[in-house]
């Protein structure tokens, strides 16, 4: 099961404020266990909002906002894509994280093509899978 993880931002990560080399150093050192776990797929950190752009749809319309986005109730400053046996292994591997101060992490579920049942059918199924060895073929995996 993959599962992503969802770092959370705050006024700090909105200012474009980096964490302290303690911090970064303690990440390091956490990421390092993940993926000698073989368990961390992907994770990077996510700029400010005020760098960011939106897309809102309305039928045919798109209509781009600029950053910063007032109305964001959640920010995320970065993100994991973790490979574990379950949920629980994820929780697990998630509280030796180290955070601190009631940050509060989100973890979800990534949806694989079979929870997707008869609503992928074999052509769309074939398709989904040409896309992703492509994307692998194009990152050298």
Do not use: C, H
Request: aromatic share 8%; net charge neutral; no cysteine.
């Amino acid at each position: 099961m993959r599962v992503m993880v969802f770092v959370p931002g705050d006024a700090n990560s909105e200012a474009g404020t980096m964490p302290s080399p303690e911090l970064v150093g303690r990440m390091m050192k956490f990421n390092e266990e993940l993926v000698k776990a073989g368990v961390m797929l992907a994770g990077d950190g996510l700029t400010p909002t005020s760098k960011a752009k939106r897309v809102r749809f309305s039928g045919p319309q798109r209509t781009v906002f600029d950053g910063p986005f007032a109305e964001t109730k959640e920010l995320i400053a970065g993100y994991w894509i973790w490979q574990v046996k379950s949920i629980e292994e994820a929780v697990e591997w998630l509280k030796r994280a180290p955070f601190d101060g009631g940050v509060e992490v989100t973890l979800r579920p990534i949806f694989d093509p079979a929870d997707f049942g008869k609503e992928l059918s074999p052509e769309l199924r074939a398709k989904g899978e040409k896309i992703r060895a492509e994307v692998a073929r194009q990152r050298g995996s």
